[in-house]
């Protein structure tokens, strides 16, 4: 058997560790005598798997006792839609867009909110994150949503640098970064992520909710009531039981690496490696500003196609799969999330160094 390294952008590479303890509790889960799949979501058996992802999470993020951690479906395309659905009450939202997902998020809040960009990098493709200041934002809007990581073109947002207004609940996408980098929680009203990208596998969502947002509201679908969700705990139908389990697994491995903040560590050493020998070449360019640049998605293009494919082609060869950038940027983009081992990026930059000499 022989594994290679995945730089997809999602779903992505697991730890290695969690994947053979799920390949171990597979046919008899801790003497159930089944697997987690096949468990009644209200088996004590799955009740302690699901209280334990959550507590888990509550612990590696810091998350206050005043917050839900909810599991739910729909990917984060279904927040793009519950966040408004359920915040809306003078019917305005801010939105800072700064990629493609947070363009899609301001147009499915369109239609059920008046919604304001506060600011775009679109003229520029998306190469950097906007700044902005507190006078840019409406103290009567809704909400303000963020995304923390531009998982397309590669651009991130730190927790410092985080502009918003004390009485305007901040929203933030963090479907590419959560688990990355340390973010306060207690600065957010909702936090939300698909599991697939540094969690888990696909199928479950996780939202982290602020109690006082927590709202009845009637006229939506129950499946879209952030309060029916949190009343039962995310039980009020079958959850995604697997996916839960796994991100569960994945939260624990975090925790014995030593958190969050050990993680981001390694994290931006990993980044460096990349990023330090993408300045150095004389063939491989990056694609966005520099401080801006995501330590999660590192895009960058030779600025020719036919050796950017050539490029792809061959290091795909070489165990090295999934450089592809996304279909409307072009060029290659190596994601290297939480599970991507140093080993692997090492690999990578040695493989640039080879192919730079070869093509040169
Ligand atoms: C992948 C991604 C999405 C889309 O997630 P789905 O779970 O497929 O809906 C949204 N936002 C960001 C930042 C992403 O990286």
Redesign the pocket.
Known sequence: MARVFNFSA?PSTLPEEVLKQAAEEMLDYKGSGMSVMEMSHRSSWYDEIHKKAAETLREIMNIPDNYKVLFLQG????QFAMVPLNLKKNGRADYLVAGQ?GKKAAGEARKFVSVNVVASSEDKTFSYVPKIDKSMLDPNADYFHI?T???VYGTRLRDKDIVCLDNVPLVA?M??NILSEVYDVSRFGIIYA?A??NMGP?GV?IVIIREDLIKEVEDIPTMLQYKIHADKDSLYNTPPCYSIYMCGLVFEWIKKKGGVAAIQKINEEKAKLLYDYIDSSNLFKGTVEKYDRSIMNVNFKTGNEELDKKFIKEAAENGLVNLKGYRTVGGMRASIYNAMPVEGVKALVEFMKEFESRNS
């Open positions: 999602g990917g984060a395309h279904m997902w995304t990581n531009n998982t996408d479907s590419s698909g697939q990208k696909a969502t």
